[in-house]
């Protein structure tokens, strides 16, 4: 069985179990009440090696939103996408020189609601190793490849938590190579840990 197949198999049973997924896990702990929220997608990128990988961002420091955080490849999606795996391939394409021919989609994982204002869907799709990959300047500092086996590791996710505006507020951190992922990324992948049988939430 290929890896894509793997994964396609664990996210279809994944979808059909219930995870107890808790609110901040699909919520930026920072909202209060009714948010009005445009739609996003991000492109969960993962490498067809022995030992799969994620292909993640640094974003710029100079961006409004989100600057400098790791992130997934993705963003709004445009009147002209016609739904949200267009609008992930779409914006990976700009951010990382990404090919849509090359990414051999699975599925969608669970949504996530951004203070920002964003309705993320993450799309997951399966590439070739080593492609010729390259940042986008104006939004993206670098790009970099995370073993998917550390980033689903339950142990290697810290559940931390904030005081924002009086009352406390959970998310997540992971640490790799000097590398702080957490927020909208961490909670994505907390999300799809569980959907792919990694892990049940605490």
Known sequence: MTLAERLRTALKEGHEREVGLMLSDTRDPRIEGDLILAPAAVLVAITDRPEPGLILTQRSAKLRKHA???????????????DEIAGALREAQEEIGLIPDMVDIIGTSD???????????????????????????????????LP???????????????????????????????????????????????????????
């Open 111 to 145: 949504r996530y609601h951004t203070f920002t204002g964003f309705d993320i869907v993450p799309v997951l799709g399966v590439i070739p190793p080593d492609l010729p990959l390259f940042p986008q300047e104006t939004e993206v500092a670098e790009l970099f490849e």
């Open 148 to 202: 998917l086996s550390f980033a689903l590791n339950p142990v290697n996710r810290i559940r931390k938590s904030m005081i924002f505006q009086g009352t406390e507020r959970h998310y997540y951190e992971i640490f790799w190579e000097g590398r702080r992922i957490w927020g909208i990324t961490a909670a994505i992948l907390a999300n799809l840990s569980r959907r792919l049988g990694h892990d049940q939430p605490a």
């Open 68 to 82: 400098g955080q790791v992130a997934f490849p993705g963003g709004r999606i445009d009147d002209d996408d016609s």
